[in-house]
């Protein structure tokens, strides 16, 4: 997530100061990405340094100091909200690629894999779940951020029900002998 | 604890006999409590549709037993599970929920009038079941002058009208747009923390992320299970 726009769209609303950004980031987010005031003030410096927000010369009663947007500021987060993500800037996916390498290492269960994943997501999406049937239906924000979550562990969940019956319509892996007496679930996963 | 309203106890259900022998559910044990909504996920042909046609008595289990309410459905005689299912039982399906030619107050009242219950305290109650599932107003509209997402809530209503307490959803999403059928699923919670004891079948994790307990069935076994989830205040706890 993007620290760098997510102050410039604060900003675009009203000028703040740090601690200000801080906390109606989290409020905007639901608290998902929690900010630590440290990173709030390193990024406030670096796009002060390349003129995206300056001072207002205005400080608080506590002498804090107050940011708004410059042209360019604006300019640039227009152009961050006009420009889809793309998917590779996002990290390896560790599952896949754990999924991918159970069915070929030998000794492990890949169909018990799946299932232990599964069983997890799905308590996460009840969790995520709950958290949305006790938010308030104004809380547009939170709602908005709560169902990407829940939409992409049900995308997880649904891609692990397809992968549970591939793998049951694939004949049975090659089973290292001192494993082969252990039944599905009972079975070790090679570190 | 209180009793389980709905207890499948080592349910086995085989088509067939010898060679042509399917087993359908091979010992499967659910129980859900009043308040309780509890789902059940699987591929298609794991069972999912028969074990809740065992739960409401419209099949009848090889092996293991079925209870509702604490009566043990194959110790009823015919007449015995005909009035134990329209007394207790209330299902919800995908579609061809409601007769087209009833309005939604008489189609909520219908399974009352059937039990017996005098015409005018069969509407009164239908109105009450009407208003609780949040579509008081449509009362005397007819199924086709309803979306389908309000369609769901009348029948969710008629599921749930006078004393029965059990809901059984097959789909009860399924031809809906994703934001109307979360709508759906919100108005079958809310009835389940009401106090009805609900068993609803699904294929979307999103769905049945409502439920208190998610079962995963494969084959006709009880594959994995997500436990009772703890109560929401710690959860809530857990992520402030």
Known sequence: ?191 | MTEFAIELRDVTRVHGSGETEVSALAGVSIGVRPGQLVAVMGPSGSGKSTLLQLAGGLDMPTGGSVHVEGVSLGEQNRAGLAALRRRSVGYVFQDLNLIPALTAAENVALPRELDGVKVKRAREEALTALREVGVADLADRFPDEMSGGQQQRVAIARALVGPRRVLLADEPTGALDSYTGEAVLKVIRARCDAGAAGLLVTHEARHAAWADQIVFLSDGKIVDETGVAPAADSLLEGAS
């Open chain 1, 1 to 191: 997530m993007s620290i760098k726009y997510g102050l410039l769209a604060l900003l675009e609303r009203e000028p703040m100061y740090g601690y200000q950004l801080r906390s109606e980031f989290e409020r905007s987010t639901g608290a998902t990405w929690p900010l630590n005031i440290g990173q709030v003030y390193t990024t406030l410096s670096r796009l002060h340094r390349d003129g995206l927000v300056e001072e207002t010369g205005e400080s608080d009663e506590q002498g804090k100091v107050v940011y708004r947007l410059t042209d360019p500021g604006r300019t640039d987060l227009a152009r961050w909200f006009t420009t889809p993500v793309t998917q590779d800037d996002r990290p390896r996916d560790e599952l896949a690629i754990k999924v991918a390498l159970a069915v070929t290492t030998p000794g492990v269960d890949a169909r018990a894999v799946v299932q232990a994943q599964r069983t997890a997501t799905v308590r996460h999406l009840q969790e995520l779940t709950r958290l949305k049937a006790g938010a308030a239906e104004e809380d547009i924000a939170w709602l908005l951020v709560l169902d990407s979550m829940i939409f992409r562990a049900e995308s997880e969940v649904r891609w692990l029900d397809h992968s549970e019956t591939r793998l049951a319509r694939m004949p049975r892996p090659p089973v290292r002998p001192a494993a082969a007496a252990a039944e599905t679930t009972t079975q070790e996963v090679p570190r």
